[in-house]
């Protein structure tokens, strides 16, 4: 059988109990789709961990090591979501950071689960989470460890027919979804908000504010995102998903996410083909 877990390089599924990311969070994560042993967006994951370490004044683990783990837990998968966990490592009790830290590096493939394919073509459904994000500038943008804020929102709704829910900060500005980023086309601009006090600089959000060079990361007030003409969101594991709906507000699909779901396609993540009804 082929390990689907790599611990330090070696087959394992078992973390030592003074690991720091285990007793504080103290690590990043990333989450990406491996594609036939090849993942399209492998540098800008690399490159958010690699801004992650200096931010957290950590060594930045080895993008070539990481890529053979990478290799070995995708064996015999050809569509595969892996998650990418280095943490400090282990330390004697305490907050102090280790110096030097070891670091301790964990890779774990799963198959990619089925892609929501009607809320590709028509949209989904935002939860209005109550749930807040704390303002934190040191940690925003960084996919670091604590993700209890994401826990909280996701335990606000149980109902099937919210695919997500939607995040704002403490000021009750949008700011994401529980998993993924937000984009609103408002007065045709493209604008997402920024991430420089909470939320996370996505990799998917990253490439759209590529592809539109003109897109702007603003503060967003919750009743102008109700004034949009289009809402979508960006995850480098579900790609580009069109809202349809935030509470009694509904929206059309728009053409800048189609235009954002051909450029995904276009980089070879298998995506359904929609057909527009006229
Ligand atoms: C809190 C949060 N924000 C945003 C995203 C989207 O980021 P990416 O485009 O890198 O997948 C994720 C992905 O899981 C997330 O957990």
């Known amino acids: 059988v082929?390990?689907?877990?790599?611990?330090?390089?070696?087959?394992a599924s078992t973390v030592p109990a003074a690991d720091r990311g285990l007793a504080?969070?103290?690590?990043?994560?990333?989450?990406?789709?491996v594609l036939a042993g090849r993942a399209p967006l492998w540098s800008l994951h690399m490159d958010r961990l690699a801004e992650g370490c200096r931010r957290l004044g950590m060594p930045a683990p080895d993008p070539q090591v990481l890529g053979d783990d990478v290799a070995a837990v995708c064996e015999g998968l050809d569509d595969a979501v892996v998650r990418l966990t280095w943490t400090r490592g282990v330390g004697p009790r305490g907050y102090a950071p280790p110096q030097p830290a070891t670091g301790m590096r964990m890779v774990a493939a799963a198959p990619m689960p089925a892609l929501?394919?009607?809320?590709?073509?028509?949209?989904?459904?935002?939860?209005?989470?109550?749930?807040?994000?704390?303002?934190?500038?040191?940690?925003?943008?960084?996919?670091?460890?604590?993700?209890?804020?994401?826990?909280?929102?996701?335990?606000?709704?149980?109902?099937?027919?919210?695919?997500?829910?939607?995040?704002?900060?403490?000021?009750?500005?949008?700011v994401c979804a529980?998993?993924?980023?937000?984009?609103?086309?408002?007065?045709?601009?493209?604008?997402?908000?920024?991430?420089?006090?909470?939320?996370v600089a996505g990799v998917a959000r990253r490439l759209v504010l590529g592809w539109f060079g003109d897109a702007r990361?603003?503060?967003?007030?919750?009743?102008?995102?109700?004034?949009?003409?289009?809402?979508?969101?960006?995850?480098?594991?579900r790609g580009m998903l069109p809202v349809?709906?935030?509470?009694?507000r509904r929206w059309q699909v728009g053409p800048i996410v189609r235009a954002c779901q051909t450029r995904w396609r276009d980089l070879g993540m298998p995506w359904p083909v929609i057909l527009e009804s006229t």
């Open 2 to 11: 082929i390990a689907r877990v790599r611990i330090d390089g070696v087959a």
């Open 244 to 248: 349809r709906a935030i509470g009694a």
């Open 217 to 237: 990361q603003v503060e967003l007030d919750r009743p102008t995102l109700d004034t949009a003409d289009e809402v979508f969101l960006t995850s480098s594991i």
């Open 116 to 174: 929501d394919v009607v809320g590709v073509a028509q949209g989904i459904e935002l939860f209005e989470c109550a749930t807040r994000l704390a303002i934190q500038p040191a940690l925003a943008g960084i996919k670091h460890l604590n993700r209890l804020e994401q826990v909280l929102a996701r335990h606000e709704w149980h109902d099937a027919r919210y695919a997500e829910g939607l995040l704002c900060d403490m000021h009750g500005h949008p």
């Open 24 to 33: 504080y969070g103290d690590g990043l994560f990333e989450t990406l789709r």
């Open 178 to 199: 529980t998993a993924a980023n937000l984009f609103a086309v408002i007065d045709g601009e493209l604008l997402t908000p920024a991430v420089d006090r909470c939320g």
